[in-house]
Nanobody, 116 residues
Framework: QARLVESGGGKVQPGESLKLSCAAA????????IGWFRRAPGKEREGVAC????????YYADSIKGRFTILRDNAKNTVYLQMNSLKPEDTAVYYC?????????WGQGTQVTVSS
């Protein structure tokens, strides 16, 4: 059964880094576009970054451009979100999502808290 499992969240101080992982099962990450989203307390869900299938073209929200990088490791069937220079406003639950033939598949989410 296809699934996504996120990991790597935690609590860090402003300016620090985290690397989130989105491990896929039962489908190949390089055959599908995969995106990272986040939902902060009291806010709407926001698209953060996306990586296209095949050519690996990446897209970023303006709010994180230059600080976050989406990466794909086909051998590990995993997509990553490298987050640098974290800010308190980056605090949210982060989710990865893939668009499969039967519809969107979401992971369970991983909490990121940026606080001093």
């Amino acid at each position: 059964q296809a699934r996504l499992v996120e990991s790597g969240g935690g609590k860090v101080q402003p300016g620090e880094s985290l690397k989130l992982s989105c491990a896929a099962a039962d489908f190949a990450v390089d055959y599908h576009a995969i995106g990272w989203f986040r939902r902060a307390p009291g806010k709407e869900r926001e698209g953060v970054a996306c990586i296209n299938r095949s050519d690996g073209t990446t897209y970023y929200a303006d709010s994180i451009k230059g600080r976050f990088t989406i990466l794909r490791d086909n051998a590990k069937n995993t997509v990553y979100l490298q987050m640098n220079s974290l800010k308190p406003e980056d605090t949210a639950v982060y989710y990865c999502r893939v668009n499969l033939a039967l519809g969107f598949l979401w992971g369970q989410g991983t909490q990121v808290t940026v606080s001093s």
